[in-house]
């Protein structure tokens, strides 16, 4: 059985979706480390298109807090009013998309659940697009239910081992710290993603921009011809 793990990101790219939809189980790593410093990470941020132009499109959490917490544990920053923000940018990068009532409308019932913690609004909108892809809910899995005292690789080799998997599937960018003999010795293998990004017309750029938040795919699709691209190019 092959499984995949990653953290809950921020409306997260066509690669994270390939991950779980090409695994028999996902597992959302929420009880990791929040890195504080510098700008932020992709659990907070995301590319965008502005117009045509790959930039950063960040949501503000509170970073005032001694010592360290999980992700599962950051707060969105207070007297804020995130989803008007978020949509005015949103609405102003996506101003001549067809779609752009309809992914705006979709991407403010998220807001509208009053999430004060980031991870729960990643969560959601992580598992219903998932779900919309026609992912069994049980498929999506917390790593916090499993309460792992293990660092790095292996905490990934004892939470596959968990829930019954033979396989680890890695995303690409996993760097040093992934080691196959490891997985090895623990009796499990160990494949890497080597994703390639499917195109699809992006109206506001003459070239493809890669590595964009999937909403830029609803933006340019639309949400049931999206996902219908999502379903059949990224499995």
Request: proline share 2%; glycine share 8%.
């Amino acid at each position: 059985m092959r499984v995949a793990i990653h953290q809950p990101n921020f409306f997260p790219w066509l690669g994270f979706f390939e991950k779980a939809l090409t695994s028999d189980l996902f597992i959302l790593l929420d009880d990791v480390q929040y890195e504080k410093s510098g700008k932020g990470n992709w659990f907070n941020r995301v590319y965008v298109s502005a117009n045509g132009e790959k930039k950063w499109m960040s949501l503000p959490v509170n970073r005032k807090f001694a010592g360290f917490r999980n992700m599962n544990e950051i707060e969105l920053a207070a007297n804020m009013n995130h989803a008007s923000d978020v949509l005015n940018r949103l609405g102003a990068f996506y101003r001549t998309s067809s779609y752009k009532t309809e992914v705006l409308d979709y991407i403010e019932g998220f807001f509208k659940l009053n999430h004060g913690l980031l991870w729960e609004m990643n969560y959601a909108y992580i598992l219903d697009v998932l779900k919309r892809c026609g992912v069994p809910e049980e498929r999506i899995l917390l790593s916090s239910s499993y309460n792992s005292k293990e660092v790095a690789t292996a905490r990934l080799i004892d939470l596959v081992l968990r829930v019954g998997g033979g396989e680890y599937y890695s995303g690409g960018g996993a760097g040093g710290y992934m080691q196959a003999e490891e997985f090895e010795s623990s009796g499990l293998s160990l494949s890497v993603q080597d994703f390639k990004h499917p195109e699809y017309e992006q109206k506001s750029s003459q070239e493809f921009i890669s590595g964009l938040s999937s909403l830029d795919l609803f933006f340019n699709l639309g949400l049931d011809e999206g996902i219908k691209f999502m379903q059949e190019k990224l499995v």
